[in-house]
Structures are given as C-alpha cells and as structure tokens.
C-alpha cells in the first residue's frame, strides 16, 4: 500500500526540474500511506513527473521501489494497492512471451508491482487490468507515445483524484496531495455539497472541491498532453451493473448446499490470497459474522510464526452499550488467536475529533471513522497488514434496508401516501427517547434477531420514509441525513448520485425497484466505495496500515450476485448464506445477535464534551460571513438536539466535519 502522486504539463512552462519537486511534494504530504521509502520520476520529454510513497509489504528490498521502469524501458508504474494473483500473473506472462518467442523476461525482485507492470508492458491497460485480483490506483506512463493512463481497483478500495489547472493535470492518492501543488486553490462545490450532505459523504466522480474529480471504481483514464483542453471521460475496465444482471439473470442452479460449498471455495481462495505478506498480518474481528467468518478461514489456512493476530475495540464506562469487545474475545478464544483488545473512554476518543477531517482530507461524516481510527493505530503497533469483513453487508444482504426495508416497501406501496403519512406523524409524536423506553418494556417478547439498537432513532428514520410514492424516494429517505439539503445550502442544485442515474441500474425485470438486490446494488455502488471503504482506507493508512477485504474479491463479488434470494435474506435475517458457514466455525451462540457496527456516542458527546466545539463551528454569524449554509436550519437542528427530545447528530456532524475540515483546509467562503 502506498501514495501516488503525479503532474502531466505539456505547457512547457516549468523544467524537469521543477516538475520533480511538484511531484515529490505531492507525495510527501501523503507520507502516511508510504512511510518506508520515496521515490520520483521525471521524464525529460514528456511533461510528466510521478511522485511515491512507499509502504513495503511484499519484496521488502529496493527491487520493490517505485516508480518503476519496465524491462523493456518503455512503461513507468506509480501504485498504491496489492495484486493477491501476482504469482499466477508472473507465470502467464513467461508463458506468453514464450508462446511469442520473446526472450524469458529476467526479474529483478519479488514485488507484485513488477508482475503488475510487466502484465500491463504485454497486455496493455485494457486487457492486463482484467486480468488481475486486488486493490488498486495507478498511474502508468507510456514514454514512447507520451500517454498516461490512470486507473482504480473494481470495488472502489484505492483512492484517486484528478484535476486540470492551468493547462496541467494532477493526481494523488487523497486530496492533500493535490492541493499540495502549486498555484492550486479551487473553491467548494455547493451542489456537491448539498449531495454531503445527504450522504455524509462525497461518493465517486464527484469531490467536494471544484473542477476536481475522483476516477470511478474499474475505471480507467487513458490521455495524452492535447488531450488536457477536453478532457475524455472514464471508460470501465469492469462494471457492477454487467455483473449484477448477469448474476441476476443465471441464478445458481444447485441446492442451497451446493451454493454454499462454492462460495466457502471462493471465499477459502480469496483470504488465502489475501494472507500473502512479508510482514505481519492480522484481522480486524468485531466478533460479527463478517469478521469471524474471515478470521475462522485465516486460521483454517494456517499462518507461518503462530496463531493468527486479531483486534477489536471497546467503550468503557457510559459508552460500555456500543461495547462489542466481549463477543470479538468469546469469537477469539474459540478460534484460538492470539486477541488484542483496547478498552477507551470517552476521553481518549474526544482528543482526536478534531483530527478526523484532516485524517479523512476532505469532508467526511461517518462518525465511525473514529473507533476505526482508534483500532487502526493499535493493530499498526503489531502488524503492517490486516484482513477485515468489509463488503459482507453490500454483497450478502446484511442492512436493516435490504431485510426490513425492502418487505416494508412490498407492503406500503399499495396504501395510500396520506394514510403513511398519519402514521409517520403519529411516529413523530413521540421523541426517540420516549419510543426506546416503550420498546424497551417489549425487548424480552421479541426474538433476539428483532432487537435493535437505538429502536427510537430506527422508527423516527422510518418515519421520514413513510409518506414517499415512489422506491427510490423511499430508498434515499433511508440513506439521508438532511432529506432536503437544498434547504441547507444556498443556491446549490444537489449533484448527481447513483440513484438518480436510472441507466446505471440493472434491469428493472432483473432487480425491481424497492427489492433487496436492488437496494444492495446502489449501497454497492455508492455507499461501499464512497462511505466504507473510504473511511477504512482513510483510518488505515494515516498510520500506515495496509486493510484488506477478502470479501470484495471480485470473484466472490460474482458470485454473490448469482445467489438467489432467498439464501441472502431468510426468516427475517440477512446474510443467510454466510450465517450458514460461520456456523461451520463457531457456534451461534458466540455471534448471533443484532447488528452494532461501529457505534460512537455522538449524540450525548454534542450535549457535554464536544457542545463547546460543535456551537463555535456552527456559530450563526459564522455560518452566514462563510454562505454555505444556511443558518437557520442548523441552529433548528442545534436546538433540538439539545432539548434532548432529538437526537440531530446525522444532520448535525455532516455540517461539523465539514467545518472543520474547511477550518483546516483554509477554504474562505
């Protein structure tokens, strides 16, 4: 894993010199994700400089150094990820060049940057990114043709941004590195903005900074220097939509046992690639069933030097009902690792609030970035890899809104919108508080998978959803934290997001509107890269962590898709498929129970420790001297919130992070 960074400037305007320093700088403020070597290229001829970070997990010798040359000396590599297949990739190329008579290719090291690079020497862009297994973002630059081509990983894992200033073109792994260049200083987007806002996120091609972009998942940009005037779009290397219709569409045929024998096949070979390291390796174990699945199937392959290294997170004091630690150690000791836990309180957590927007480097509000942040900086203390359960939910059914959600809407659908709406008001008559009291009383008649944490907050979300007429208005009711942003921000038209690109959804024959795959494809299209994997890449790489998830394999990912529902969702439960194999490990008892995640208890932190921060963030008169927002709507949620009848931390912490996140950057309104 690593930092990329680069600057294309066919102007002419600036020496190789300078342009090395442009593109050594760009990196360097992405050190972080590279801490153990550097490196810049510069080509005389080209315009072009390519500046790296190193974080060396694979072939730990300079012959792993970047940027890379390839043995022919015409393609220059900058990357940031992992190919888990490099092996096999390194013996199709020797037969490939043998098949052509090309003499055997001598190799310098161990890396799968090399392999990487030699597979696209020989195949192109085109056809060698297919060809690959794991996480990326590169930069390949051709110095024959003078072509550079920028690419992303399919699920979304690796950042990459890009701009045109001045006639130049930047990229970087995360947006520091591009605002690191000189003479670069654009302003906010509001109508990205607005979209933040609904999402607590910015989600790909959009970044919350003008006239910058961020590369697609399975993407690849190809362009040369005249190309810079117009800039051509993306074109995909590989595409969920094709991939979810054609799963869709040629269910599997066997029985439920054999589905699941393959996927435990598929799943078996993607953690086993994914454990390949020259450093030590761990897992991320929240003791849920994603996590334990993938850390049940690291201790079944084996790991050289002892027992596989696990970590969780845990709340003390107050904060012990977020707490999950207990059941990570009970998945543990089953599994018989070699368990890390770190107990925080409050206090410990409080110190790095203001660090998250530079942590994240642009506006960020998923308020777990936290907890990750905080087991991200304990497992760098062991290991420099570690394997998580992420994709899990996305791919095998696992929100409240792919089990619950889809059912409700199959029911609402024909009741009339005024009728919902009586009963979203009759909801709203009472505070989340008072709705988590009664619900309480009821706990011990339910069935433990009808429990729900923080029911109230659940019921009043569901509220704002009732009164809708259409699916995607109630599936973006469920995902929003404003339901109208365009209240909020001034003057902004709110950007363009997936469910509002009806021809990049699959066939409505194939996923009607409203049902589980579909809402599983658009939280795989959008929240999975833009929200999860963000705030993992994020969190893991300020401390140099290298995270991987063996469930976003692109080979399980196709397979899930070919599942028939009813092994995604069963007895009121998601993720049935995977229930079924963790049950083969551990016994249920250790892991079924509601669903957590990564709670933080923001809510009670913006009545007591934060409340000072928070108000001078969103101080009206501050709000209305920067314009962009406006205030009245914010010092409304402010005040309901601290009534204590609301809780308004999802509308509350988007607009705080983006504060701070300008208060740092030193954006002026």
Known sequence: MCGIAGILDPTGTRSLSELADIAGRMADVQAHRGPDGRGVYAD?????????????????????????????????????????????????????????????????????????????????????????????????????????????????EKPLYYAVRRGRLLFA?????????????????????????????VPAPHCILSGVSKLPPGCLLTLRG?????????????????????????????????????????????????????????ALLSGGIDSSLVTALMAEAGQNGGPVRTFTIGYAGADAEYDESAQAEAVARHLGTEHTSLTFRAEDALALVPKLAQVAGEPFADASLLPMLLVARLTR??????????????LFA????????????????????????MAARLIQSLSPRAWDRILRVLDPLLPASARQRLPGEKLHKLAQALPVRVAPAFYAALVSAWPDPGLVVPGAAEAVWPLRSRGTWPAPSLCPEGGTAWMQYLDTAWYLPGDILTKVDRAAMSVGLEARAPYLDHRVAAFAWSLPTHMRVRGGQGKWALRQLLERYVPRGLWDRPK????????????????????????????????YFEPGPVAQAWAEHQSGRFNRQYRLWPILMFQSWLEGAGISG
């Not at 520091?176 to 000189?182: D, F, R, S, Y």
């Not at 957590?596 to 209305?624: C, N, Q, S, Y």
Request: proline share 6%.
């Open 44 to 156: 005389p001829d080209g315009g072009l400089a390519l500046g790296h970070r190193r974080l060396a997990v694979l072939d730990l010798t300079d012959s792993g150094a970047q940027p890379m040359t390839s043995s022919c000396g015409r393609f220059v590599l900058c990357y940031n990820g992992e190919i888990y297949n490099h092996a096999e990739l390194r013996a199709q190329i020797d037969a490939a060049r043998a098949y052509s008579g090309r003499s055997a290719l001598v190799w310098r090291g161990r890396s799968d940057t090399e392999t990487l690079l030699e597979a696209l020497a020989l195949w192109g862009p085109e056809e060698g990114l297919p060809r690959t297994v794991g996480m990326f973002a590169l930069a390949l630059w051709d110095r024959r043709d003078k072509t550079l081509t920028l690419a992303r990983d399919r699920m979304g």
């Open 173 to 201: 792994s995360e947006l520091p590195g591009l605002t690191a260049a000189l003479d670069f200083s654009p302003g906010v987007d509001k109508n990205v903005l607005a979209l933040y806002l609904r999402l607590s996120c």
């Open 226 to 282: 005249q190309d810079l005037a117009s800039l051509p779009g993306p074109k995909p290397f590989w595409s969920l939509k094709t991939v979810a219709e054609t799963g869709l569409a040629v269910p599997f045929a066997g029985s439920d046992a054999e589905a699941l024998d393959a996927l435990l096949g598929r799943l078996r070979q993607s953690v086993r690639g994914q454990m390949l390291a020259d450093v030590p390796l761990g």
């Open 381 to 394: 203390e062991r290991v420099t890899v570690c394997l998580t359960g992420d994709g899990g939910d996305e």
């Open 398 to 421: 696992g929100y409240n809104r792919h089990v619950h959600g889809a059912a409700l809407w199959a029911q609402l659908s024909g009741i009339a919108p005024g009728l919902r709406g």
């Open 596 to 627: 957590m995640g990564f709670g933080v208890p923001i809510d009670t932190w913006l009545r007591g420790p934060l409340k000072e921060w928070a108000g001078a963030l969103i101080d009206p008169e501050r709000l209305a001297c920067e314009g």
